[in-house]
Structures are given as C-alpha cells and as structure tokens.
C-alpha cells in the first residue's frame, strides 16, 4: 500500500518500487518510527487536533506492533516503500480511521529526519561505551608497562627512549578526543525536527516543544527548510567515526609492525591471530589488518555522504533516502572494529626484553648523551657534533655508547668522564624526561590516573 495513493492511475512499476524503496535498511528505525509517532499522537490530543481516544487507540495500536515486531510475530512486508509506510498501513488495518489520523499535521520528511536522529541517539552511548572500553583496557597495559623501555621512531628510525606505556597512552589521548568529537556532533543534532512538515511547517496549531521534550530531545529546529533538509550530523558524525578509524588503523599498523619477527615486540595470543593454509610456521595479525583496511570503507561512507549532500537544493529531495546506509554502515563498522580490537590489545603479549634490546642497539641515547656535555658547559651545538662523532666512531668499531671504552670519550671530547656511562642508561634517559607529557614513568602513571578520571566522568 502507498500512502500517496489517489493522484496516480497505476501501481508503480514493480523494480522501480524496489529501487526507490528504502525498507531493507530504514526498517532498523522501526523502534524510533513508532516512538516518535506516539510523541506526535499525544501531542496532536493535547493540542485538541486529534481526539483522546483517537490517541490512545494510537498508542496502543503502536505499542502492539512494536511488541509483534520485537517477538517476531509481525513480519515487515518488504515491499513497502519504507518503515513509515509500514508502520502506518499496520497500525490502520489494525485499529482503522484512528490509525488514519495520525499523520495530521506530519510529514514523511520530517518524520525520517526525526527518526535518523533517535536513531542515531541510541546507537552513540553503546559505541561510546567500546571507545571507553578501549581505552580503558589502554589504561592498564600502560600501567603495567610503564617503565618498560622502548624506542622511540621519527621516521620509522630508532631516535629516543619511551616506554611501552608512554607510547600506548598516545593512542589513549586520540580515542579521549574522539569521544569528544562524537559529543559534540551529539549534542548538535539534538534537536527535534518534527513540525517542519514537509517543507513549510503545518497550519495545525502544534507544540513541537512538547513532543520534542517527550522524546528526550533539547530543543526544536528554528527553520523548518532546515529542519527537513539537514544532515550534517550525519556527516559531522561519520567524520568523526572516521577518525575513529584514522587512529585504530595506525594503532593496528604498529601492531603488525610489532609482530613481525623483524620487530617481535608483541605476540598476538592465539586467540585473537590466524594461520596460514601452506605456511605452517605463520601467526598472522588478520584482525589488526583487518581494522586498518575497513578504515577505507567509513571514509567512503563519509565521502558518500558528502557528495549526496552537496548539489541539493533545499528542502527535501529523495537523494536524501542514501544518508542512511552511508551512516549505518559507519556506525556497524566501527563499531564491529571496536569489539574485534579491545580484546586482541587485550589479550596481547609484551615481549619487553626485545623492547629494550632494540633501544639498546640504536643510539637512542646520543641526545643524552650529547646533553651531558651541555651539563658540563658545552654549548649544545658543539655538544651535538661531538656525539656525532662518538656515534660513528661506534659504528666503525662495532660498538655501542654504552660499550665505548672511556679514553675513546676522552679522545672526541676532554670533558668526558665515568659518569657518562649513568647519564646514558637506558633507564635514566627515560626517568629524566619529566616535563609534562613525557615519558618518565612517574608521568605515565599519572596520566594513566587523568585519563581514567576522564572516564569516570563520563
Ligand atoms: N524513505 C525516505 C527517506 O529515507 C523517507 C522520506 C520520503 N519522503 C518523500 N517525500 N518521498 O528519505
């Protein structure tokens, strides 16, 4: 049944009906459709548009399909034209004229640009609750691991020591912001767009305060063009789940950097890695790589949205319907990353011994070592050079700073004495690094503690 019956002569063509169809996807806001039009229906009674029994017949007829539809004993009829034509052609062949009434004053145009935002609401505190999860379990791995030493890499080249801990609570930072990003987009698109109507709002005399509180919205839309054509949340949020996956997709690239015998310094628990149908000897990071490649599919749901947008004049055009996909598909993957990704960080082994192995052999501590000359009056340039130096004549010899003998210290630079060998261990380049933000363990720990305080907060 079509619910702009009586202009036309003909049924619509049946492919057409299945391509301009929207069923197979915006039937997952079957719960939201059914919410908002109750909120509508009270308020019509309310407003004395439509009768009280008119609205309770309404509700009532509502609640049962939602039950029906959640305990499977109603089947969406797949040729609708879209969840709100099934819903209304249900409620009307269950309660009758009653069921008619309820689209006094409503339009589908803002009936789905309200519907897209409940919907929206209720699939961001349960993804919030992963990304909380997620950094969470960061929070303890960079506890634990907070004086393990590590290399530091500009370039892909070793160049000064952090700890495993410093280096994961990066990642922490990244994923706080997101959930900022998410919120504010949240919180922007928390208004009701429901009296727009179709375009021009409606001659009835509606409270669209009223149905907006009852919905749990903040406020109403101020335009009602705007009100029916806006999507930017559907864009801001698919931007910022993007970046969600800009930061899982380089979190997995070090994890499979990590694994690499080249690196080895974490394993994978076998739960959470694959093998390979010849090779006998492979543990593989598919679900690491996996995160990094799906990252490509959210920014093209992010780049669909954008390009559906662009060209459209106001208010509603059909083009509109392909919002839905794009931002479902954002929210199911990442989503889907997040619950694959958690465990396997989770569960991960940290081969600290190789950690520090690999930030013994690179000359991490040259910095150091050349501000030890700074400690003893060098100028920091000069300081610089000599270390270069010292670094080569490592190199020629085979050896490391730590292995240098004494009198070839002496020999680049006169200032040079015991005490050198203390100022570059490992252990005492990272302690040092203090200044906020740095990754001396005592700081680690306590953004380990801010970071969590966020959480709680939250
Ligand atoms: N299925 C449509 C969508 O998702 C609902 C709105 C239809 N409105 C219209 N005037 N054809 O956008």
Request: overall charge negative.
């Amino acid at each position: 049944m079509k619910l702009w019956t009586g202009r036309f002569r003909k049924e619509l063509d049946k492919k057409t009906n299945d391509f301009n169809s929207s069923i197979s996807f915006d039937s997952r806001m079957a719960a939201e459709d059914i919410t908002g039009s109750m909120a509508h229906a009270a308020m019509l009674a309310k407003q004395g548009i439509i009768s009280a029994e008119d609205a309770k017949a309404i509700q009532n007829g509502l609640a049962d399909i939602l039950a029906d539809l959640k305990s499977g004993r109603l089947d969406i009829d797949m040729d609708s034209e879209d969840i709100h034509t099934f819903i209304e052609t249900e409620l009307t062949a269950r309660i009758g004229d009653a069921g008619k009434r309820l689209h006094t004053g409503r339009s589908r145009n803002d009936q789905v640009a309200l519907d897209i935002r409940l919907y929206l609401k209720n699939r961001y505190l349960p993804l919030k609750q992963q990304l909380t999860e997620l950094i969470s379990v960061i929070c303890d791995k960079a506890e634990k691991y907070a004086d393990a030493v590590m290399p530091g890499y500009t370039h892909m080249q070793r160049a000064q020591p952090v700890t495993f801990g410093h280096h994961l609570m990066a990642y922490a930072e990244m994923f706080i912001r997101d959930i900022g990003r998410l919120d504010d987009a949240v919180n922007r698109m928390d208004l009701s767009p429901l009296g727009s109507g179709a375009l021009a709002s409606t001659t009835y005399p509606l409270d669209r305060e009223a149905a907006a509180k009852a919905l749990g919205f903040g406020g109403v839309t101020d335009n009602s063009l705007d009100g029916v054509s806006d999507r930017d949340f559907t864009i801001e949020l698919a931007s910022a789940l993007s970046l969600i996956m800009v930061h899982l997709s380089r979190f997995s690239e070090e994890i499979i950097l990590w694994c690499s015998w080249e690196f080895r310094f974490i394993e994978l628990d076998d739960a959470f890695s694959t093998g390979s149908s010849i090779m006998p000897q492979k543990k593989n990071p598919d679900i690491a790589e996996l995160v990094r490649g799906k990252a490509g599919r959210v920014f093209g749901d992010l780049m669909t949205l954008l390009t559906v947008m662009k060209g459209l004049p106001l208010a509603y055009n059909k083009d509109m319907q392909e919002d839905k996909e794009a931002v479902f598909d954002a929210f199911d993957t990442v989503s889907a990353c997040l619950a694959a990704f958690t465990p396997m960080i989770d569960t991960m082994h940290v081969l600290t011994d190789n950690m520090r192995r690999a930030a013994a052999n690179g000359f991490i501590n040259a910095t150091d070592c050349a501000d030890y000359l700074v400690g003893k009056g060098l100028p920091f340039r000069d300081a610089y050079k000599a270390t270069g130096c010292l670094v080569a004549a490592c190199i020629d010899k085979g050896l490391t700073l730590e292995t240098l003998p004494l009198d070839e210290y002496k020999a680049v630079c006169d200032l040079f004495d015991n005490d050198i060998y203390d100022a570059i261990s490992l252990d005492r380049c990272v302690a040092t690094r203090r200044v906020y933000g740095g990754p001396a363990p005592e700081n680690v720990r306590a953004q380990v503690k801010r970071v969590r305080e966020i959480l709680n907060k939250n």
